[in-house]
C-alpha cells in the first residue's frame, strides 16, 4: 500500500515555513507498515490542488491533506477535494453548533467564514479537533483514501496519532510495519565510511541499509518491513552486528542518541561535570549541551571569550602566551580548557578558538584552523583541525568535534 502527503499552503513555497507535517505523518505510517512514497506541496490555488490531487491519485492509496481548512477565502482544500472527488459540501449541523459554542465560551461572536469549516464532504466524515476550530475529514473514493488535516503541527499531531491512525487500522488493517534502527558515526567520511560496508549496501533486500551525511558525520539507517515490531528489530539485529563489526568505534550512538546526549549519559552515568570555553563558536556549543533535558546535572557553566583581554581576564589566559602565539593556538586552546576547568572546578573542560570566517585569515591562520583542547583528571589533550565551509559550517564542525574529542575521553 502506497501513501502520498500533500502540504497545501503558500508559505511553504514561498520557503516561510517547513514542511514537517510531512517528516511527522511519513514516519507515523511508517510505523503501520505503510510505506509514504511520495510528498507534494501545492499552493492555496483551487486548480492547482486538483491537478496535484490527480497525480496522487493515479499511484498512492492513501492521500493526506495538510493545510488549507481554515475559515478564510485562501483555505481550499476541502473545496478542491470535494470538486475533484465530484462530490458536494454539506453542511453538519452538529459540527456548526460545536463552533458556536466554541467561540461562545471564547466571548466571542462566531465569524459568518467559520461555517465553512462545518462543511462536509458527501460521503466524508468529520476528525474532531479538540485544539482548533478546523475538524479533519475522512473520506473513501474509488479505493483511495483521503485524509484532510489542518496545519498547525499542534492540531495536525494528535489528530494523526488519535484518530486518522485508528481510522486506517479499521478500514485497512495493520498488515506490515517498518523500523529502523539509526547507526550515528563519527571520525570518518561519508565515502571513505561507504567502501567499508559497500558489499552489504549493494545486496541489501531486507533490510535496506542507506547512509546519510550531515555537517561533520555521518548516519546509517537499517530498515526493515515485517509482520511485527520483534521481527522488524530481529532482522534487523545481524545486520548492525555487520556493521558494527566493519565501522568499530565510529559509530557513537544509536537512534536518537546524538552527541551531546552521547556524552550526556556517560557524564551523568559517572558522576562527572563539564565547563565550556568558546571563541569561534560563539556559544553554539553549549546551546548544543543544554539543548539536551537533564543536562543540568552535569553541565556547570561556559564562557564565550570572543577577544584576547576576555580570554586574560575570565580564564586566566597569559597576555604573554597570547602576543607570543595567538589567540588561534594549541596553546590557547589548552589554557582555556585548563582555566575554565579551573575556574569552574568541572572535572572536564572543553575550548574551542579558530577562525569562523569569511575574514580574518592569514596565509599562516587561514578560515577554517581551528584548534580544540580537553582538560580532565588525567591531562589535557589538543588537536588542530583544518574545517571547509561557510561560517556556520565551521562553526558547527567546530562544535560537533570538540564534542567527540570529549566522547573519546569518556570512553
Not at 495493520?174 to 561519508?190: A, K, P, W, Y
Not at 594549541?330 to 575556574?343: I, L, S, V
Not at 559550517?393 to 570538540?402: E, F, L, T
Request: charged share 25%; net charge neutral; with cysteine.
Amino acid at each position: 500500500m502506497r501513501a502520498e502527503v500533500i502540504g497545501v499552503g503558500t508559505e511553504l513555497l514561498l520557503g516561510q515555513i517547513a514542511n514537517t507535517n510531512a517528516q511527522y505523518i511519513s514516519d507515523k505510517l511508517a510505523l503501520e507498515g505503510i510505506g509514504v512514497y511520495f510528498h507534494q506541496a501545492v499552493g492555496d490555488n483551487r486548480e492547482r490542488i486538483k491537478q496535484v490531487l490527480e497525480i496522487a491519485h493515479a499511484r498512492s492509496d492513501v492521500i493526506v491533506l495538510t493545510g488549507g481548512l481554515g475559515p478564510t477565502e485562501d483555505d481550499l482544500t476541502r473545496e478542491a477535494v470535494a470538486d475533484f472527488l465530484q462530490r458536494r459540501l454539506e453542511l453538519d449541523t452538529s459540527v456548526l453548533q460545536k463552533l458556536e459554542t466554541l467561540f461562545a465560551q471564547l466571548g466571542r461572536e462566531m465569524p459568518v467564514n467559520n461555517r465553512r469549516q462545518a462543511m462536509r464532504i458527501e460521503g466524508g466524515r468529520f476528525l474532531e479537533n479538540p485544539r482548533g476550530t478546523a475538524p479533519g475529514q475522512y473520506v473513501e473514493a474509488d479505493g483511495r483514501h483521503y485524509f484532510l488535516l489542518p496545519g498547525p503541527p499542534t492540531e495536525m499531531r494528535p489528530m494523526v496519532t488519535d484518530q486518522m491512525i485508528p481510522l486506517l487500522r479499521s478500514v485497512i488493517g495493520r498488515r506490515m510495519t517498518i523500523r529502523s534502527r539509526v547507526l550515528r558515526i563519527f571520525g570518518i567520511g561519508e565515502s571513505a565510511m561507504e567502501l567499508l560496508v559497500a558489499d552489504l549496501i549493494r545486496n541489501q533486500q531486507n533490510p535496506t541499509i542507506a547512509p546519510l551525511a550531515s555537517e561533520g558525520e555521518v548516519t546509517l539507517r537499517i530498515t526493515a518491513r515485517a509482520q511485527s515490531e520483534a521481527e522488524a528489530f530481529a532482522l534487523i539485529a545481524p545486520v548492525e552486528e555487520q556493521l558494527r563489526k566493519r565501522l568499530g568505534n565510529a559509530i557513537y550512538g544509536i537512534d536518537e542518541e546524538t552527541l551531546p546526549v552521547a556524552i550526556g549519559k556517560r557524564l551523568a552515568a559517572r558522576g562527572e561535570t563539564l565547563a565550556l570555553a568558546e571563541s569561534c563558536t560563539g556559544g553554539l556549543l553549549a546551546a548544543m549541551v543544554t539543548d539536551i533535558p537533564g543536562s543540568s546535572a552535569y553541565f556547570k557553566q561556559g564562557w564565550v571569550t570572543y577577544d584576547n583581554v576576555t580570554k586574560t581576564e575570565q580564564l586566566g589566559v597569559s597576555s604573554e602566551l597570547l602576543g607570543r602565539y595567538g589567540a588561534v593556538s594549541e596553546e590557547c586552546a589548552r589554557a582555556m580548557a585548563e582555566g575554565a576547568r579551573a575556574r569552574s572546578d568541572a572535572d572536564w573542560s572543553i575550548s574551542v578558538t579558530g577562525i569562523a570566517g569569511p575574514g580574518g585569515g592569514t596565509p599562516d591562520k587561514p578560515v577554517g584552523l581551528v584548534h580544540i583542547a580537553v582538560a580532565g583528571p588525567d591531562g589535557t589533550t589538543a588537536k588542530e583541525f583544518r574545517f571547509r565551509g561557510d561560517r556556520q559550517q565551521i562553526r558547527i564542525r567546530s562544535a560537533k568535534n570538540a564534542l567527540y574529542s570529549l566522547f573519546k575521553r569518556l570512553t
